[in-house]
Nanobody, 123 residues
Framework: QVQLVESGGGLVQGGDSLRLSCTAS????????MGWFRQAPGKEREIVAAISRYAGTTYYADSVRGRFTISRDYAKNTVYLQMNSLKPEDTAVYYC????????????????WGPGTQVTVSS
């Protein structure tokens, strides 16, 4: 079973950039599809970006496509989310998750979750 811990969140201004990291332990990330999700107060958790297990195919939500980039480093057993041109509406708790099967762009496919990291974007 994999354990996930996110880091890199914080308070930034609109237009700034942040890079979130998700460090895995217990199992190698090559075993999983990996995804980033977010949940804002009063809203449902939504998928932000994901990368498939073998081919490395990426998926992005329409709201972040062109601004966010998901990547992975097998040597560091870490997945990243580079977030550029941040907007106040990107404010949320961001979660990293791992999936062993199912469509990698579906939230329901993900079984293992990190505790989350807060991202706050001021206007």
């Amino acid at each position: 079973q994999v354990q996930l811990v996110e880091s890199g969140g914080g308070l930034v201004q609109g237009g700034d950039s942040l890079r979130l990291s998700c460090t895995a332990s217990g199992r190698t990330i090559s075993t999983y599809a990996m995804g980033w999700f977010r949940q804002a107060p009063g809203k449902e958790r939504e998928i932000v970006a994901a990368i498939s297990r073998y081919a490395g195919t990426t998926y992005y939500a329409d709201s972040v496509r062109g601004r966010f980039t998901i990547s992975r480093d097998y040597a560091k057993n870490t997945v990243y989310l580079q977030m550029n041109s941040l907007k106040p509406e990107d404010t949320a708790v961001y979660y990293c998750a791992a999936a062993t099967g199912g469509p990698y762009y579906y939230t329901i496919s993900y079984q293992y979750w990190g505790p989350g990291t807060q991202v706050t974007v001021s206007s």
